[in-house]
Nanobody
Framework: QVQLVESGGGLVQPGGSLRLSCAAS????????MGWDRQAPGKQRELVAT???????NYADSVKGRFTISRDNAKNTVYLQMNSLKPEDTAVYYC???????????????WGQGTQVTVSS
């Protein structure tokens, strides 16, 4: 069973930066797209950024120019560099990955447990 383990959340002042990481547990699989979603209190979950296995990225309009998604395929890890953070970025951030399990012959999305990001002075 694949596990996605996130790290890097925390409390930061407005204008500050954080870097989130998400690593997939070792297994015999192929990872396609990876990404980050977030859910703020009382709001629906929204897409933040995605990155394909080839490095093509996509961002929500609200984070363009401030957040950067990247991945290290050798480490099965996706990152989210968040700069110029705003209070409205406060949310639980979830990583996700589109994974094909070779032994099982199945492909689906997997999700991390979430990491809290709080932007406040």
């Amino acid at each position: 069973q694949v596990q996605l383990v996130e790290s890097g959340g925390g409390l930061v002042q407005p204008g500050g930066s954080l870097r989130l990481s998400c690593a997939a547990s070792e297994s015999i699989f192929i990872i396609y797209a990876m990404g980050w979603d977030r859910q703020a209190p009382g709001k629906q979950r929204e897409l933040v950024a995605t990155i394909t296995s080839g490095g093509i990225t996509n961002y929500a309009d609200s984070v363009k120019g401030r957040f950067t998604i990247s991945r290290d395929n050798a480490k099965n890890t996706v990152y989210l560099q968040m700069n110029s953070l705003k209070p409205e970025d406060t949310a639980v951030y979830y990583c996700n990955a589109d994974i094909f399990m070779v032994l099982a012959g199945s492909r689906r999305d997997y999700w991390g447990q979430g990491t809290q990001v709080t932007v406040s002075s």
